[in-house]
């Protein structure tokens, strides 16, 4: 079985993922992932470089995240193309990863973009990571040392948390903190008991 691990910013969907791995299970981080075959994958340093330019690499050789990060900001159209260039290349790799694994009950994938890059096809469950915007605000305030305001920006850029709920099987909130030993256990049940 597949499992998808959604959530907006701070909503405690990397920490959910680590209980997950705690317990022994393998979870494929997609967006961790999407960073090294950004730097790693050929083909996919190339296909950046014509899309972007000479300017999207640095000398070392590593993706140049900040230039990128500020032509794309304000120019959607470019994002969705360089997404478009990048989503493929990470879901090759996750299928791979997933055959490799074979003989698990479960996988787990962590995305933060999981219904925006179309990866939400691939799973049997999804799971909502979810927590009031305040709180996520106060979380990756204190985690990125950012501003309210740029936080807010990232929320904004984000799929609204109704639609990630409307389209998710289940649904964890992280306001009073992650599940205990015996909620990961009966959601786990409910997992393996929903297929």
């Known amino acids: 079985m597949l499992v998808g691990i959604t959530g907006g910013i701070g909503s405690g969907k990397t920490s959910l993922a680590n209980l997950f791995r705690q317990a022994g299970y393998s979870v494929y981080d997609a967006d961790k992932r999407a960073r090294s075959l950004q730097n790693e994958d050929?083909?996919?340093r190339q296909a950046i470089t014509k899309l972007m330019g000479s300017k999207a690499y640095l000398p070392s050789g590593e993706l140049n995240r900040p230039w990128l990060a500020n032509i794309v900001f304000n120019r959607?159209?470019?994002?969705?193309q360089l997404n478009e260039t990048v989503h493929p290349v990470v879901k090759r790799d996750f299928l791979r990863w997933a055959a490799e694994r074979q003989e698990a009950n479960i996988l787990f994938l962590e995305s933060a973009i999981l219904?925006?890059?179309?990866?939400w096809t691939l799973f049997h469950k999804i799971i909502n990571v979810t927590a009031d915007k305040d709180l996520r605000i106060q979380r990756v305030m204190k985690r990125d040392g950012i501003t309210r305001q740029q936080v807010m920006e990232?929320?904004?850029?984000?799929l609204p948390e109704e639609e990630r709920?409307?389209?998710s099987h289940i649904i964890i909130s992280t306001?009073?903190?992650l599940p205990s030993p015996e909620e990961l256990k009966?959601?786990?049940a409910e997992l393996g008991n929903s297929m």
């Open 42 to 44: 050929a083909s996919l």
């Open 76 to 80: 959607p159209e470019l994002l969705l």
């Open 115 to 119: 219904f925006e890059s179309g990866f």
């Open 154 to 158: 990232r929320i904004e850029r984000q």
């Open 165 to 167: 709920n409307a389209r």
């Open 175 to 177: 306001n009073q903190g």
């Open 186 to 188: 009966k959601l786990l």
